[in-house]
């Protein structure tokens, strides 16, 4: 791959939807979002590249998004890299809080971070999520060819008719799956592919659709 460039993925393949006796929200999609901030807790972090305190995820202020920054995400390989080190990942359930009346799906996701690979060596990123009880979204995969030393940058985007939308007036945790692989091949030297960021820049964006759920 040359340097500098933005890759994008294809749309997100269809899902397997669950169902469920809770009440569905109305047809139209992409309603307002709401007026009320909306707020995003943190319940579980499992994973290699997710230690305790490296994560933290923030509502944006108009509700359409919410980001995810780690400060410690980094897969190597090469030089005096551990045999482990080549993979990492990170397990993550959220507590999506939305206001009384409405529920949301993931449009699509954007990643981004940074890669050093060598020449002979790649690096791959990957990512799935979901809300608790239901499919998940088929996982991803993005991969860079060294040599290579940029930032790098992923996007993953869902057709309306495959988004899946929370159950209305149910509490239903979000999960995040993301891995991120280096493989050595005939290069020499470290190569690395990295999530985190010393300045917080490189986030992970999950875009919201919204859709205003039926009165009773």
């Not at 998004?65 to 397990?91: E, I, M, W």
């Not at 529920?103 to 890669?115: E, L, M, N, S």
């Amino acid at each position: 791959m040359r340097k500098g460039l933005t890759f994008t993925a294809a749309a997100v393949p269809a899902i397997a939807l669950v169902l469920s006796a809770a009440p569905t929200a109305s047809a139209d999609v992409n309603d307002p979002p709401p007026d009320e901030q909306i707020t995003v807790d943190v319940l579980t972090v499992n994973g290699s590249g997710c230690a305790k305190g490296t994560t933290a995820v923030a509502p944006a202020s108009d509700n359409t998004a919410f980001t995810v920054t780690y400060s410690d995400y980094l897969a190597q390989a090469g030089g005096s890299s551990k045999p482990t080190d080549f993979r990492k990942n990170c397990q993550l359930a959220l507590r999506v809080h939305v206001p009384q009346g409405f529920t949301y799906a993931i449009a699509g996701a954007d990643y981004r971070g940074f890669a050093h690979l060598a020449d002979g060596a790649r690096g791959m990123q990957r990512a799935s999520y979901y809300h608790q009880g239901e499919s998940a979204t088929s996982a991803e995969t993005h991969e860079l060819e060294g040599p290579y030393s940029d930032n790098w940058s992923f996007s993953d985007r869902t057709e309306v008719a495959e988004m899946i939308f929370k159950p209305c007036g149910e509490d239903r945790n979000f999960n995040i799956n993301t891995e991120l692989r280096v493989y050595k091949g005939g290069s020499r030297g470290t190569s690395f592919m990295a999530f985190d960021s010393t300045d917080g820049s490189y986030k992970t964006t999950y875009h919201m659709a919204w859709k205003k759920c039926p009165t009773a």
